[in-house]
Structure formats: structure tokens, C-alpha cells
């Protein structure tokens, strides 16, 4: 016993040791930062409270200043009580609405209030971003119930990327998310428990080479897949061939959660807007292309317009705005094509909104947001 002691002991050191060399290799030669993200069994995940700081963002090839506000989400801090010469707009969604790469001010959220105040200064506004990285529908839901609704706000904008969103907010096509809604026999909404995940939390935030190998072993992963032929259950969301099997259970889903979504927002007096944020195979030709060859035998079924079409029934069905961004963004982009890069409106072509997609964002949101919220009868420009 006292041998197997001592050679456990022996192992563990060693094990130690080992994964010391690595963290301090890993903080010494990579530009990458700790994880900011918390487990939270309320609303999935959120971000550390009260953090300021720069971090390094490897699609943006940059560090970019980032802060969180004492409930762990972008921007500074505001009261949950509104001031009465105040309107607020809160927008909820995945990275795409956090924008990690861009910085707070030339996010669609920051631009949007710009815009709002510079054009519309018979209010002053806040635009409050609840963007959270992996997030799905379902959590957004949950994290108006749990936070947003504090706020107070007089337009709530759920921003769904059509990119991942499908797939993430359903339970049968992805593990990823950290909050799920199911249906059920009734078509009800049912919130799944959150998968306990303290461990990874502490990790994320304490450790670079836990940060790393993640990162390392999802890229794996991808690769694979495309070597494989595998498509990736977010880009089913092209498929127009999946009439009763999970693909369409996931459509129901999230019809089900935008429709109580709308539903919340309007009984606490809000007014509710569901964004279509564009991929970049919607706007590009040949990203599309790479999309159709790696889907192989599946690529028959696959239509680019479906997940608008899709949005739009749900919407009418729900009785709610929609604002898409697919005419706009490919107005800006001509070509239709990756090669000519200033027409760019992702980080890096194919990754999250760069600065000009944002902007374009923006743009539209203050359209669709001054029409809800017209301006004061007799007003004089």
C-alpha cells in the first residue's frame, strides 16, 4: 500500500507539473485570454460582473476593451428603474449582438444609440445589449424573464442568427447551448434543468490552457466533419426536406418560444421585434458554394431563402415585426463574393459582424424601432 501510495502520489505530481509547463507555455506564447463567460443556472450564461478590461480577440486579429455591468452583460452600468425622459431598447441574442470583435460603440447596439439620440433627441435613449456567446432562443426567453424585463424596456429586439440559432435552441440538434425549452404533448413550453457546469466555469476563468485546448478540439472537430461530409446540424437550417423529424420539432420550438416571447414583451407594455441576422452564405456566392459541396447528397434540399420564408410564417403566425437584413447586407456586397474583400461585412469573411455589418445593422434597427415609437405630434425639424 505504502508503494501504491507513494506511486500515486508520484503520478499526480508529475500530472501536476505537467499541466503547470502547459499553462505557463500557454500564457507566455498565445495571445489568448481567460474565458469570461459564467455558468448561471437561471439564465444559462452570462459574464463576469463589474470586468473592464482588454482582451484579445483572435477573429478581430486585435484586443478589444470590453466591460460588463453588474449583471454580467456588455456595456455600462443603468438603473432597473427608468427615468421618465428615457425609452429603452434592449436587444437579446448570441455573439453576434455581443460583437466580442468590435468595439461597444460601433456595435449595432452602441450604433444604434447613436443614432437614436442624434436623430430622435426628444428622448434620450439607451440601448442595452444582452448578447450572450452561445446563446439560443430559449435562453434569451429565460433571460427577459430573469433580467431584461428589470429594465424596463420600451422595445425588446431578439436578433436570430441564422447561422446557429436553429439548431442551438433545439435540445435533438445540438449539446451546446446551456439552457433548453422543450414542447410538451400539449405543444407547451417546458424549460429542461441546466446542466451543472461549476467545474468548466472555474476553469474558463482561471485557467489559459483550458481556454485553449477547447478552442483546439472544436476546430478538430470542424475539420473533421468537412473532411467527413458531415453537415453541421446549424446548417440544416437550409433544409427544406425535413417535414417531421427533428429539423421540423426544431422549427415548432422556436415558433412556440418567439411567440411567448412576444407575448411577455407585450403584457409588460413592451413592443417586440424579431431580427433575422444574416450568415455569410446568404450573402456570399461562393461561401454558399463550399456550404452546398460539403452538404453532399443533402445539398438537393438545401435553399438559402428557407430560413427567411421560415421567419416570415412564424411572425405572421405570432403577429409580430420581422426585420431581415439579407437585402441590405447584399446590397453592400455586389459581387456576391468572398474575393473582394472590401465588401466584407463579417470579421474575416465568414465569422461574426465586422464593423460595416454592424453599422448596416444598426441602420435598419433604427427604422424598425422609430416606427414603433413615432415621433411627438406637432414636432417642428
Known amino acids: 500500500?505504502?508503494?501504491?501510495?507513494?506511486?500515486?502520489?508520484l503520478a499526480l505530481a508529475t500530472t501536476a507539473l505537467l499541466f503547470g509547463i502547459l499553462e505557463v507555455a500557454t500564457r507566455t506564447f498565445s495571445d489568448l485570454d481567460r474565458s469570461l463567460t459564467v455558468a448561471d443556472p437561471t439564465v444559462g450564461r452570462r459574464y463576469i460582473a463589474g470586468f473592464a478590461g482588454e482582451i484579445y480577440v483572435p477573429e478581430a486579429g486585435r484586443r478589444v476593451l470590453l466591460?460588463?455591468?453588474?449583471?454580467?452583460?456588455?456595456?455600462?452600468?443603468?438603473?432597473?428603474?427608468?427615468?421618465?425622459?428615457?425609452?429603452?431598447?434592449?436587444?437579446v441574442g448570441?455573439?453576434?449582438?455581443?460583437?466580442?470583435?468590435?468595439?461597444?460603440?460601433?456595435?449595432?447596439?452602441?450604433?444604434?444609440?447613436?443614432?437614436l439620440n442624434e436623430r430622435r433627441p426628444e428622448h434620450r435613449w439607451e440601448v442595452m445589449n444582452f448578447g450572450v456567446s452561445g446563446s439560443s432562443t430559449g435562453q434569451e426567453l429565460a433571460l427577459y424573464r430573469a433580467v431584461v424585463r428589470r429594465y424596463r424596456p420600451d422595445v425588446v429586439v431578439c436578433a436570430f442568427a441564422v447561422i446557429n440559432d436553429?439548431?442551438?435552441?433545439?435540445?435533438?440538434?445540438?449539446?451546446?447551448?446551456?439552457?433548453?425549452?422543450?414542447?410538451?404533448?400539449?405543444?407547451?413550453?417546458?424549460q429542461l434543468p441546466v446542466r451543472a457546469a461549476e467545474r468548466s466555469s472555474w476553469l474558463n476563468r482561471h485557467s489559459r490552457f483550458y481556454v485553449w485546448q477547447k478552442q483546439a478540439l472544436r476546430e478538430l472537430r470542424f475539420n473533421l466533419r468537412q473532411k467527413a461530409g458531415v453537415v453541421k446540424p446549424g446548417k440544416r437550417i437550409y433544409s427544406t426536406a425535413d417535414d417531421a423529424g427533428d429539423l421540423a420539432h426544431a422549427w415548432q420550438l422556436v415558433a412556440r418560444l418567439i411567440e411567448t416571447f412576444a407575448r411577455e414583451v407585450e403584457a409588460d407594455s413592451g413592443r417586440f421585434v424579431l431580427m433575422a441576422v444574416p450568415a455569410p452564405e446568404q450573402i456570399y456566392d461562393d461561401r454558399w458554394n463550399q456550404?452546398?459541396?460539403?452538404?453532399?447528397?443533402?445539398?438537393?434540399?438545401?435553399?438559402?431563402?428557407?430560413?427567411?420564408?421560415?421567419?416570415?410564417?412564424?411572425?405572421?403566425?405570432?403577429?409580430?415585426?420581422?426585420?431581415?437584413?439579407?437585402?441590405?447586407?447584399?446590397?453592400?456586397?455586389p459581387s456576391a463574393s468572398l474575393e473582394v474583400e472590401a465588401e466584407w461585412l463579417f470579421l474575416s469573411g465568414i465569422g461574426h459582424l465586422n464593423e460595416a455589418g454592424n453599422r448596416l445593422a444598426a441602420v435598419a434597427l433604427f427604422d424598425a424601432v422609430t416606427s414603433m415609437i413615432p415621433e411627438p405630434v406637432g414636432r417642428e425639424d
Open 1 to 9: 500500500m505504502r508503494r501504491f501510495a507513494s506511486k500515486l502520489a
Open 67 to 91: 466591460r460588463f455591468h453588474r449583471d454580467g452583460f456588455r456595456g455600462p452600468d443603468r438603473p432597473y428603474e427608468k427615468p421618465p425622459e428615457v425609452r429603452r431598447v434592449a436587444l
Open 94 to 115: 448570441d455573439s453576434f449582438v455581443l460583437a466580442a470583435g468590435v468595439d461597444e460603440g460601433r456595435t449595432m447596439v452602441g450604433g444604434l444609440e447613436a443614432l
Open 166 to 190: 436553429l439548431a442551438d435552441s433545439s435540445p435533438r440538434l445540438s449539446s451546446s447551448a446551456a439552457l433548453y425549452f422543450d414542447l410538451d404533448e400539449r405543444g407547451e413550453l417546458v
Open 291 to 333: 456550404i452546398l459541396d460539403n452538404a453532399g447528397e443533402q445539398a438537393a434540399s438545401f435553399d438559402r431563402a428557407h430560413p427567411d420564408r421560415r421567419l416570415t410564417a412564424i411572425a405572421a403566425a405570432a403577429r409580430v415585426p420581422l426585420l431581415t437584413l439579407v437585402e441590405d447586407f447584399r446590397s453592400r456586397a
